[in-house]
């Protein structure tokens, strides 16, 4: 034997681990002919047959290229990369059959149905997450300073007017929660930017079938059919497919309206033992729908009552064309209420609506009014006259000197602007012609024509008067300019729902809170006035 081979059979740390190599292979080789009826050498024996017939091999270990791309996972012994030969049906090893389309689908169900349990077991622990989180937020935010207790929170809105120094309500609807003394917490993941802000949520909004069960076939469906119907001009009713309030949605909070962290927690919250009440042209009643529909989970009922009882509500009419409405409210818990009263110039408002409403109601002076007038008027400057001369103006005068005597008796008043309109004249107002019309966006603005910049004629008339009978301004012009594609079909005043009225609800809260009228509110992240103390439940 010579030097050569001796040296070869020379036992050493490469042979011992080539051993150990090549008996790995083995048992490898014995459990895959075992589980599948064929043999195929895996790469360790390989390397341990090259290690033991490879003259001058390594002297420590496998070299780092005998790994391949399986890396380590390879080198410790998971099986190889699937090759081209393939067990087929009966357990004799050939070429890879193709799987027949039965075959697919079943795999194809099967990954469905997995692929759906498991986004359901996700959605589920992000849900027990979110609620667990809520639970402390809830625990942390509810230690008021100085207390040893936080107050409870109840979704039942009877247990909670029975006791509200005690306990928290969560609105059902919306989420957010009302603590004792005014604070608000809003709904967990209200910032969630893929949802749309509360106020535009159409799909949690009640049904005919949940809002009218109580009106009776004769009954003016105006006054009795319902919270959230919009007197069925939902803009998807007039707008099938086409998600035009999701649009406008969306086109304000790009503009930086943030209308998610608006709540009914926070306006039930300003306005918690009042009454709410709008009054005005038509536009100001479609402005209340939206308001009752905002608050419908402070409501205890659904079913509308009349601003004052017996028929004293009748003979607060004024407006007979085209369909006698007598005023109506929405009450909520704690003694508040939203009311709309149709009334379209303030000489009728001054001379029958105001004094029969603070002879019948006793806390009337603590209430909230928002007051509009002004479509029912020529525009101001008809035939070269000044724009202060006006049978517009000059009914607001009147208005002022009177309201200016009874200020004492009177709620706070907040004057709304004329709305805008989206006719194709140069500054959108309506100028004569037939239905149907088309809308469009405003040329005048568009240009930067001043008058238009400026709000209008009709704006511009009273603009100096507002202070003198209003307490706070409500300014709807400029914010409803770019809603010119949410009219109501065939004509380009009044707005479907939701869209330009549940804006000036926003704007509205704002003013409220910015004038101090009505409750301190303390919502977190929301800056604003201090508000009044609340008044008493009534």
Known sequence: MTERVRQWLRPGPVAFLAAQLFILGLAWQLLQQHCTGTVRLPPQALTAQLLLTSPGGPAHGVPDQALGSGGVEAAVGYPPAASPAAVNGSGVTGPAQPPSASSQQQQHAQQDETQQQHKQQQEQQEQEQQQQQQKQQEQQQQQQPGSTAAPAVTSDLGEWAADPEGLAFRDPQSGCVLHPGGRVDLAHGWDNTSSLPFLFDTASMPTRDTACPHCPKDENPLLCCGVCIFEDRRCSQFYPGEQRSETTAQLLLDRGFPLRAFSPCELFARIRGRTLFFMGDSQTWHFYYSAECFLRGFAPSLQRKPAVPG???????????????????????????????????????????????????????????????????????????????????????????????????????????????????????????????????????????????????????????VPRFADAHLRTWNASIPLWNTHKPDECTHWCSPSAYHLWLHLLNDVLRDGGLGSAVQVPGREGGSGAPQPPAR
């Open 311 to 465: 028929g004293d509500n009748q003979k607060l009419v004024t407006v007979t064309w085209p369909v006698v409405v007598p005023p109506m409210c929405l009450e909520l818990a704690l003694g508040t209420r939203v009311c709309a009263v149709r009334v379209d110039s303030a000489e009728n408002l001054r001379k029958v609506v105001l004094p029969l409403l603070r002879q019948r109601l006793p806390s009337f002076k603590d209430d909230l009014m928002v007051f509009n007038t002004g479509l029912h008027f020529e525009t101001p400057g008809a035939g070269g006259k000044p724009l202060g001369e006006s049978r517009l103006a000059t009914d607001l005068r009147a208005f002022a000197a009177w309201r200016q005597q009874n200020a004492d008796s009177l709620p706070k008043l907040v004057w709304m602007d004329t709305p805008v309109q989206h006719f194709t004249g140069w500054d959108g107002s309506y100028n004569g012609g037939q239905k149907p019309f088309r809308c469009a966006p405003l040329t005048a603005w568009e240009k930067g024509d001043p008058t238009v910049r400026a709000g209008g004629k009709r704006n511009m008339a009273v603009a100096d008067l």
